[in-house]
Every structure is written in structure tokens, then in C-alpha cells.
């Protein structure tokens, strides 16, 4: 699976973005898809994900209420719709697809459980 995320760049706090992962090689309905970010000095960590049907979504608590994932089977893509934006979400954001069958109610944010990622796309927040 090739992954290719876009929809980043420079926005001021409140304002919003959307980012998109395009898969190919793969239909990404087959696959379980996570957003990550890691902040400049920080560890990569968990921003949300979604399952294969749509009906299992999870999000970090730092991103909740205000990002929303989402998936568009027939385009290959997922979504990451990102409101209210505050200088502390500036980071590089990467997707990632997981191929696995097990349980993703409780491996979604592990990094290790995703075999692709994207190339990453840099959001900036501006105060």
C-alpha cells in the first residue's frame, strides 16, 4: 500500500485544514487507517483512526470534539478534518494503514500494529 497525505500548511489558531490520505496498491476499505503526528522535539503519537467499515472511530483526547475522521471507500482516501485549530497541534501529520484482523479497539493507537505510512504533510498553527 502507497500512501500519500496532503492538506497541510499554515493556518492561524481557531482556523481549520483538512487532511487527506490517498491509498493505492490497495483498496483502503481493506485496511484500518490511523492519523499520527509528532510535534518538533516530541514523540510521534496517536491522532485518530478508523476502522475498515467506518463504525469503530477513535480519537486522542487532545483532538476530540474538535478533528474528525472520516473515509471515502469509492475515492480511496481518508480524511482528517481538523476545526478549531490550536498552535499546540503544529506538527507533521502522517497516515497509516493497518492490515491486521485482530481486535482494533485495542491496538489503534500503537504504532507498531500500522505496516505502511505516508510520507507525512507539516501543519503549522499559528497564535
Same mark, same amino acid.
Given at each position: ?5 496532503s ?10 485544514? #483538512?487532511?487527506?490520505c490517498a491509498?493505492?496498491?490497495r ?9 499520527f503526528?509528532q ?11 478508523? +476502522? #475498515?467499515n467506518g463504525?469503530?472511530i ?7 470534539? #474538535?478533528f474528525?475522521?472520516?473515509?471515502? +471507500? ?8 481538523? +476545526?478549531?485549530l490550536?498552535p ?10 493497518d492490515?491486521?484482523l485482530g481486535?482494533?479497539?485495542?491496538s ?11 510520507q507525512g504533510?507539516?501543519?503549522t498553527v499559528?497564535?
Amino acid at each position: 500500500v502507497q500512501l500519500q497525505a496532503s492538506g497541510g500548511g499554515l493556518v492561524q489558531a481557531g482556523g481549520s485544514l #483538512r487532511l487527506s490520505c490517498a491509498a493505492s496498491g490497495r483498496t483502503v476499505s481493506s485496511v484500518r487507517m490511523g492519523w499520527f503526528r509528532q510535534a518538533p522535539g516530541k514523540e510521534r503519537e496517536f491522532a485518530a483512526g478508523i +476502522n #475498515r467499515n467506518g463504525l469503530q472511530i477513535y480519537y486522542a483526547d487532545s483532538v476530540k470534539g #474538535r478533528f474528525t475522521i472520516s473515509r471515502d +471507500n469509492a475515492k480511496d482516501t481518508v480524511y482528517l478534518q481538523m +476545526n478549531s485549530l490550536k498552535p499546540e497541534d503544529t506538527a507533521v501529520y502522517y497516515c497509516a494503514a493497518d492490515t491486521g484482523l485482530g481486535s482494533y479497539s485495542s491496538s489503534y493507537p500503537k504504532e507498531s500494529v500500522y505496516d505502511y505510512w505516508g510520507q507525512g504533510t507539516q501543519v503549522t498553527v499559528s497564535s
